[in-house]
């Protein structure tokens, strides 16, 4: 049930991060998300584009026994036909996620609204919504989630750094 809980959670927050075309101003690794997210990795490598103002997260905090909706506009910068989603989490720093998903088996569920893959390039809109179970504890959740797209090329990678409310 942890397990399931946590990829609702990190499904959800896998949207959390997408971009615009290159002549708006880019969001950078260090720029505030609130205390939710970051952007990891050379964010200036990523295939997918951040900007200030192009990600939603409501709420700002996540909460267990509500739902979280998470809405990105942004860019792709070329064609993702699969991939994978390399999750790497730990709550408290005791129990230990490591996971690997299939890119287009997330993008294709009920949380991402069955969204067809591939993903093709250019403006993109990407909406997640889910109920976080009343039963998850609301423990300190920290950790990466690392996306790469057919050729192994980072999509984006996102660092989680929060306590469940």
């Not at 809405?71 to 129990?95: F, P, R």
């Not at 109920?131 to 050729?151: A, F």
Request: glycine share 10%.
């Amino acid at each position: 049930m942890l397990w399931k809980s946590l990829s609702v959670i990190t499904i959800s927050l896998i949207t959390a991060i997408a971009g615009a075309p290159q002549q708006r101003p880019f969001m950078l690794p260090e720029e505030a998300h609130g205390q939710v997210w970051s952007l990891c990795g050379d964010s200036s490598s990523h295939l997918l584009r951040s900007y200030k103002g192009g990600v939603s997260v409501i709420p700002e905090y996540p909460k267990v026994g509500e739902d979280i909706q998470v809405i990105v506009n942004g860019y792709l910068d070329s064609d993702v036909q699969g991939g994978n989603i390399g999750v790497d989490l730990k709550l408290l720093s005791l129990i230990k996620v490591n996971k690997q998903l299939d890119l287009c088996g997330a993008l294709n569920s009920d949380i991402m609204g069955y969204q067809d893959c591939p993903l093709k390039a250019g403006e993109l809109t990407l909406k997640a919504h889910a109920y976080i179970p009343k039963d998850v504890p609301k423990l300190p959740l920290n950790g990466d989630i690392h996306i790469t797209d057919q050729n192994g090329n980072t999509v984006t990678c996102i660092h989680l750094d929060f306590k469940l409310q």
